[in-house]
């Protein structure tokens, strides 16, 4: 039996995400991985990257097998697969700015499109790389949409802190089709040829038909919860956590007892109802529209079933429950990445996990009062994110 091709992959982004997924790339056997470090080039070139994993351990000084800093010095050989880990910050950057090189002479006069995976946060991050591509000319665009599940901070620009879980679901990424049922047998050898890749460096991967509304019930645990804790300063410890009671294990934030009624009065059930708007965001349809068309007006309704495959209802409760579950624990240390890059002085991703909402909700005549008020709030965060970004250059 002959041995499976290794095959040239590009990774941009080498934060905690893009870390821990260049590591299961290389690990893999199947991938020449070349990633593109682009704020901590310099830390990674010198000393590697040192990994604090509880699933594969103290690694000390790992590289990939090629470092670089720009997408633009990678453009210097064919690649099967792109895989994006950056953030999803289009008011800094958008997708076809950033992979500007590939899409553009002389590399994709050179070259054939690889396939783009993207491993971002937040709903429709490939709608302008997908455009982008339709505008190169070069055949149907290969994009696969992820969800991907991961504990994992960026201590330093050069350390790796991450837990014993990471999951990842993935499908073919189609414009404004929210609803497939099925892959063609193009696009399912060409997800499991991705998955395999993941899987042989040793993470768990679910291939499904459609994606995006993996990704939208994803989504819901960040509206609700990551804004709430940008917002507030505080992570989810200081909604679920009781006092302690062991001297010996004082732990902080918790919910103070003082006015911890008032928490269970007004704050959970606003995050409750906040859930709900995007339920019924999911699950609508123009049903008077439609009654009155022969056809349905694309891209006018999303149309999640109500069914444990679609988007139930029941979710509601699950997202709430199982962050009550998570973080209530005297040990409960994770905090949303939002969060993080709030106190970090870093743009925050609020245009794809909310802003996307708001505007999906509008086009189709959705009102999510709670949701467009966390919203506005956190444009007042990101606005001076950005000032202070440009006032420190």
């Given amino acids: 039996m002959s041995n499976p091709k290794v095959q040239d992959v590009l990774l941009v982004g080498l934060g905690a995400v893009g870390a821990v997924y260049s590591l299961i790339l290389t690990r893999s056997g199947l991938a020449h991985v ?16 040192h990994f604090k994993s509880h699933k594969y351990g103290e690694i000390t000084g790992w590289r990939p097998d090629h470092l670089v800093r720009s997408v633009a010095e990678a453009a210097d050989r064919p690649y099967s ?20 090189p590939l899409l553009s002479s002389p590399y994709a006069d050179a070259y054939p499109q690889p396939a783009y995976i993207l491993l971002q946060n937040g709903l429709n991050v490939a709608v302008d790389l997908y455009h ?63 998955a395999s890749m993941l899987k042989a460096g040793g993470t768990s991967v679910t291939v499904v038909p459609e994606v995006q509304r993996i990704k939208f019930s994803k989504n819901m645990w960040n509206v609700a919860f990551s804004t709430v804790a940008t917002l507030t300063s505080y992570p989810s410890t200081a909604i679920f956590r009781a006092p302690p009671t062991d001297p010996s294990n004082m732990y902080s934030p918790y919910v103070y007892p003082t006015t911890a009624h008032l928490i269970a009065k007004y704050t959970i059930p606003n995050i409750r109802c906040a859930l709900q708007e995007l339920i019924v965001l999911g699950q609508f349809f123009l049903i008077f529209l439609e009654s009155i068309h022969s056809n349905p007006l694309p891209g006018r309704t999303i149309g999640y079933p109500d069914t444990p495959d679609g988007l139930p209802s029941s979710i509601v409760d699950t997202v709430i429950e199982r962050t009550r579950e998570r973080h209530s624990t005297p040990d409960s240390s994770h905090k ?39 919203y506005a709030l956190l444009l007042v965060v990101q606005n001076q994110i950005l000032r202070k970004l440009e006032e420190n250059k």
């Fill in 34 to 49: 070349t990633v593109v470090a682009r704020s901590n080039y310099d830390a990674v070139n010198d000393h590697g990257v």
């Fill in 81 to 100: 697969y792109v895989f994006l880990a950056t953030k999803a910050v289009p008011e800094r950057i958008t997708t076809p700015s950033l992979l500007a």
């Fill in 336 to 374: 949303l990445s939002m969060l993080i890059d709030m106190e970090k002085g870093q743009p925050i991703e609020v245009e794809v996990i909310v802003g996307e909402v708001v505007r999906m909700a509008r086009d189709r005549g959705v009102e999510m009062p709670r949701v467009e008020m966390l």
């Fill in 132 to 194: 982008a591509l339709v505008k190169l000319g070069k055949g149907e665009p290969r994009i696969i949409s992820t969800a991907t599940w991961i504990y994992t901070n960026l201590l330093e620009p050069n350390v790796v802190e991450h837990s014993n879980f990471e999951n990842m679901t993935v499908g073919v990424y189609r414009y404004n089709n929210f609803t497939a049922e099925s892959n063609t047998p193009a696009e399912a050898s060409l997800l499991e040829d991705v």
